[in-house]
């Protein structure tokens, strides 16, 4: 069977780009995902089923049994069918080449950073470029290759990340540019002119991989630098996290020591917080101290200030003089 459009994705941004191609543009014809038992053995944040695509509009849905695609069942299904064109979204692996080889006009995905590609390959990159203070993203559809990020550039948008952002509305900006790409590449395929830019004067760079435990925040840092990786990690994400001294325990020799703290002492998961107040004299309070609460809300000690932590889930009461390690 011949497929012309397909898009590949695990996410609730992939159901959004399917429903934005059907509604919008043309119909998808194939929608290639993982099973829900693949997810047991990946890290997917924000995962979703997109199962529910075939009843609503008539998508078949694959579900491989391989985030890689090299199980026999994708094998297969891959050998035994004829594919045009392919769109990523959310689908955070590398395609393997007799997967990008079967599709006629190849299989493009997005990636960004502060910069262009070359710089800034690899994992993450929005969560990066907002935990590093990034004030600009630009966002590639870039045709796919054997390696990661290669620039084989279709067309670029470039957006804000301002301080109000969180990495939710960051997303939000990412899908509006990404529909837009996904237009101009589609009109393009119609009208068989795809081009794609091979050129790039820019230097190599890699974003390192993230995992939950990236999310730990050292109350000894910066406010700034605080405030950047607790909103860059928000959901759908797996938070920020700190752990409860109790006013007159102890404090820990070793704040870095995680399995120690998680033995030891309660984790506090910070989803929403802001800088709070630079001037105050709070040399009274050690940093990650609770100075006070309001309406639920803890204010607490930075080195150069203090942050409002607005939304947080914790399994004991957070009172005044508690330290957040």
């Not at 064109?85 to 955070?92: A, D, E, K, V």
């Not at 840092?221 to 990690?233: A, K």
Request: aromatic content about 12%; proline content about 3%; overall charge negative.
């Amino acid at each position: 069977m011949k497929y012309k459009v397909v898009v590949f994705g695990v996410k609730d941004t992939s159901e959004n780009i399917v429903e934005y191609i059907e509604n919008n543009i043309c119909h998808v014809d194939l929608v290639i995902t993982i099973s829900p038992e693949v997810t047991k053995k990946n890290e997917v944040s924000g995962y979703k089923g997109l199962s529910s695509l075939t009843d609503k509009y008539g998508i078949p849905v694959f579900e491989a049994d391989s985030y890689f695609l090299t199980d026999e069942k994708t094998t297969k299904f891959i050998k035994e069918n004829e594919f045009d064109i392919g769109i990523s979204m959310g689908w955070q692996r590398l395609i393997p080449k007799e997967v990008l080889d079967a599709f006629k006009h190849g299989i493009f995905g997005f990636h960004g950073n502060a910069g262009y590609l070359p710089f800034g390959r690899g994992r993450s990159p929005l969560n990066w470029s907002m935990i590093l203070g990034d004030t600009r993203f630009n966002l590639n559809l870039f045709k796919y290759d054997e390696n990661a990020d290669s620039p084989n550039v279709f067309g670029t948008k470039m957006f804000s990340i301002n301080q109000h952002d969180d990495i939710r509305t960051a997303q939000y900006k990412n899908m509006i540019c990404s529909k837009a790409l996904i237009a101009e590449l589609l009109e393009a395929y119609k009208n068989d002119s795809i081009v794609i830019k091979t050129e790039s004067k820019d230097f190599d760079s890699w974003y390192k991989k993230r995992t939950a435990v990236d999310g730990k925040v050292d109350f000894k840092g910066r406010t700034r630098d605080i405030y950047n990786l607790i909103r860059g990690v928000a959901a759908p994400f797996p938070g920020a996290f700190a752990y409860v001294v109790k006013k007159g325990n102890e404090y820990p020799q070793n704040t870095e020591d995680l399995e120690t703290l998680k033995e030891q002492y309660t984790k506090v998961t910070i989803w929403e917080a802001h800088p709070f107040d630079e001037m105050m004299d709070f040399s009274g309070y050690a940093p990650g101290e609770v100075v006070d609460i309001f309406d639920g809300k803890l204010i607490v000690r930075t080195v150069d200030g203090s942050l409002l932590i607005d939304r947080f889930e914790c399994d004991t009461d957070i009172a005044a003089g508690d330290i957040l390690v």
